[in-house]
């Protein structure tokens, strides 16, 4: 069975600081792919990234980065000095197979960003 | 660009009335998703539909749901006899097909049940 864990319920940091989001996942199939949603109070949900089993390279777009491990089952998404605009709650998921099957999502990390 | 949307944004309704949500996926594309997020919790998977039927659905999804593609653009999600705990989010998503692509997300619409 697939399961996705975000240990974190809530972060508040101030601005300017480092947060890392972290993500830990459960899943017997070896082809499987990982994404972080951002869902800001409005209520949309804002793709962020997807990844798959195959690929551990880390990736950084802009002040965001992720770091995948397969060793520790983690996806772990790290924002470089916060902003205000980026207070939301995140949320990873994983999508066992080809890409096309369902998402489970973790609980989610509410993250406060305050001046 | 091309964007999932849902109507209504908000809907209320009474218990035990039925309420039909509609989507409009993004056009060519061949998988959809219904997802539920209850106030304060994450979003669960309700149902997949590939190819005018359902393909996978989870325990949320009973007798009260029913999903259909009625003239090939529009993408539903009725519920029956609506209950007090049917209040929540509700996500159309779609998919192109492609396993280098991620699902597109609808914007949501909030059913109330009163």
């Known amino acids: 069975a697939q399961k996705v864990t975000q240990a974190q319920t809530e972060i508040s940091v101030v601005e300017k600081e480092d947060v890392t989001l972290d993500c830990v996942y459960e899943?017997?199939?070896?082809?499987?792919?990982l994404f972080w949603y951002k869902q800001p109070p409005s209520g949309e949900l804002v793709f962020l990234i997807r990844r798959n089993s195959f690929d551990e390279q880390n990736e950084i777009s802009g002040r965001y980065s992720w770091n995948f491990q397969k060793s520790t089952s983690s996806f772990n998404f790290t924002i470089t000095a916060s902003q205000v605009v980026d207070s939301a709650v995140y949320f990873c998921a994983l999508s066992e197979g080809t890409g096309f099957q369902k998402l489970v999502f973790g609980t989610g990390t509410r993250l406060l960003v305050s001046p | 660009e091309p964007e999932v949307t849902q109507t209504p944004s908000h809907q209320v309704t009474q218990m035990g009335q039925e309420v039909i949500l509609r989507c409009v996926p993004i056009?060519?594309?061949?998988?959809f998703y219904w997802y539920r997020q209850i106030l304060g919790q994450k979003v669960e998977f309700l149902v997949s539909f590939y190819n005018n039927e359902i393909s996978e659905k989870s325990e949320i999804f009973d007798d009260q749901f029913s999903v259909e593609r009625p003239d090939g653009s529009n993408f539903t999600l009725k519920i029956r006899s609506t209950k007090l705990e049917d209040s929540a989010m509700y996500f159309c998503a779609d998919h192109p097909g492609q396993s280098s692509d991620e699902q597109f997300f609808g914007p949501g619409t909030r059913l109330t049940v009163l």
């Open positions: 056009s060519n594309h061949l998988y």
């Open positions: 899943t017997r199939d070896t082809t499987y792919y």
